[in-house]
């Protein structure tokens, strides 16, 4: 199973770009690599995904490396609504596994 | 759109009881799994299924059972429930396994 290592904790002022990155050197050639937030008191959401090219939605964009072995999560603009937990979760052998996230705060 | 519909939503248990956690999803997705949240720690996997009839482990499935007899439905059975059983606990569905994945809004369990 792919492992990843991200920050447990990052702070972000708000309407300013913010960079979450994650490493996750042991990824196979054909994991995606997915992208969810939970708000407090709620269920997981769908941020973004990847395989290897750098990907946009209204959301967020997403950075793949080249040797695939990191990714980072771009939130263009952050805003107070996006302070929650980012995982992310190369998914692999039909599981996605959530691990801890990172913890964003963001500051007003 | 109902998604991914969790039933209930709270439910205190006695230790020892038994019960089961619906979930039901109309958006035909082949792939449904079963999770498990502990105050202020990340999602753990209990169980999965890729298709009816085909089920299997995740990260921490004791004292947990599931089927899987239709694509719509996958519910999840605690048997003998015990203190360390009390979570939140979130259904997801995706189509074909690396898509989207859909959650429900959460079942609260506490066991006393």
């Known amino acids: 199973d792919a492992k990843t290592t991200q920050p447990n904790s990052m702070e972000s002022n708000e309407e300013e770009p913010v960079h979450l990155p994650c490493n996750h050197s042991?990824?196979?050639?054909?994991?995606?690599i997915h992208w969810y937030r939970q708000l407090p008191s709620q269920g997981p959401e769908y941020v973004i995904h990847?395989?290897?090219s750098n990907v946009n939605n209204r959301m967020a964009s997403l950075a793949i490396a080249e040797d695939r072995k990191s990714s980072t999560l771009i939130l263009h603009r952050a805003t107070l609504r996006d302070a929650a937990v980012y995982y992310c979760?190369?998914?692999?052998?039909?599981?996605?596994?959530f691990g801890t996230g990172t913890s964003l705060t963001v500051i007003p | 759109n109902a998604g991914v519909t969790q039933t209930p939503k709270f439910r205190i248990l006695k230790i020892g009881q038994s019960m089961t956690l619906q979930c039901a999803q109309d958006?035909?997705?082949?792939?449904m799994y079963w999770y498990r949240q502990d105050p202020g720690m990340g999602l753990k996997l209990i169980y999965y299924?890729?298709?009816?009839?085909?089920?299997d482990k995740g990260e921490v499935p004791n004292g947990y059972n599931v089927s899987r007899s239709t694509t719509e439905d996958f519910p999840l059975r605690l048997e003998l429930a015990a203190p360390s059983q009390t979570s939140v606990y979130f259904c997801?569905?995706?189509?074909?396994?690396?898509?989207?994945?859909?959650f429900g809004e959460g079942s609260r369990l506490t066991v006393l």
């Open positions: 997801a569905s995706s189509w074909a396994g690396i898509g989207e994945l859909f």
């Open positions: 979760i190369p998914y692999t052998g039909n599981q996605f596994y």
């Open positions: 299924s890729v298709g009816a009839g085909i089920t």
């Open positions: 958006m035909n997705h082949n792939y």
């Open positions: 990847g395989l290897t």
């Open positions: 042991t990824i196979s050639g054909t994991d995606y």
